[in-house]
């Protein structure tokens, strides 16, 4: 049984904080790479940050770079989202992915680059 379940999300006043969390199970994730996307309403599926299997290396979307960080708890088989300073744009279902292509990728990556997903937690920053 190959399983992603994302938890923490929640309704936030702008300028607040969530931590997103993404546990595994049925693989391990130390050796696949880690993906944050988010998808509001009427809009294509975007990436937010990604962790390299390799390395630890991570990448941020432009849009959230300095208010986001990625981070993994291996023993655990858990990856994190934490969230600061979040925006009304901000909104949206964050779905965690993961994919075999491990240290290979560099960046953020594709959709269709990932193997593994999530079903999506919904985070609304509304006043």
């Known amino acids: 049984q190959v399983q992603l379940v994302e938890s923490g999300g929640g309704l936030v006043q702008p300028g607040g904080s969530l931590r997103l969390s993404c546990a595994a199970s049925?693989?391990?994730?130390?050796?696949?790479?880690i993906g944050w996307f988010r998808q509001a309403p009427g809009k294509e599926r975007e990436g937010v940050s990604c962790s390299s299997s390799g390395d630890g290396s991570t990448y941020y979307a432009d849009s959230v770079k300095g208010r986001f960080t990625i981070s993994r708890d291996n023993a655990k088989n858990t990856v994190y989202l934490q969230m600061n300073s979040l925006k009304p744009e901000d909104t949206a279902v964050y779905y965690c992915?993961?994919?075999?292509?491990?240290?290979?990728?560099?960046?953020?990556?594709?959709?269709?680059?990932?193997?593994?997903w999530g079903q999506g937690t919904q985070v609304t920053v509304s006043s």
């Open positions: 992915a993961a994919s075999r292509y491990g240290a290979a990728l560099d960046g953020l990556g594709h959709v269709y680059e990932y193997d593994y």
């Open positions: 049925g693989f391990t994730l130390d050796y696949y790479a």
